[in-house]
């Protein structure tokens, strides 16, 4: 059996400024917190760093003086460590590449708010800086969006079906919550 390479779990923009969005959604995000917290529970019991990570704009919400731009009342705290971005990518100008070199990690866990947006930029740049990235999509979130072209609305699920087809053995492993966890 060949070992797991060292991993980090980044929880990705799991923030209150969503709650100000007007996309953020009238249903039940239950499933999506539910799947985040048994990933979250099984990294930190594996002894795999969770890393919080922050989006900071010129949006109102996401602007520092909001006093959103922290995490969801039923997020754990204790992060190993936290970043701040302004890129839709978690390494641009954030030090997180350094971070996680320096402490030997090599594969890369991707959970958080926008599945499409925020998480897949991040698939995207590590895997290109050649990390092993593992998706969870259950443990990612996005909303409905509407094609300023022709008009025509995508469900939350057709872009996490999207995002996983164009991420698919090009940039990660699409997992599960018990897929990645079983191979921590």
Not at 65 to 90: C, E, I, M, Y
Request: with cysteine.
């Amino acid at each position: 059996m060949t070992p797991t390479p060292p991993s980090a779990l980044l929880v990705i923009d799991v923030q209150q400024s969503f709650l100000h969005m007007p996309y953020w959604p009238l249903g039940d995000v239950t499933p999506f917190r539910q799947s985040l917290l048994r990933l979250e529970a099984g990294c930190r019991q594996a002894l795999v760093p969770v890393v919080h990570i922050f989006h900071v704009d010129d949006d109102a919400p996401f602007q520092v003086a909001s006093g959103h731009v922290r995490p969801f009342d039923w997020l754990p705290g204790d992060p190993a460590v936290t970043f701040t971005k302004h890129t839709h990518n978690a390494f641009t100008d954030t030090g997180l590449d350094l971070w996680l070199r320096r402490r030997g990690v090599q594969r890369l866990i991707i959970s958080g708010i926008r599945t499409e947006q925020c998480c897949e930029t991040t698939t995207r740049v590590g895997s290109d800086l050649g990390y092993a990235v593992d998706f969870v999509s259950e443990a990612t979130l996005t909303f409905p969006m509407t094609h300023a072209g022709t008009g025509q609305t995508f469900s939350a699920q057709d872009i996490v079906t999207r995002t996983e087809l164009v991420l698919e053995r090009r940039f990660a492993r699409i997992a599960t919550v018990d897929t990645c966890l079983s191979s921590l």
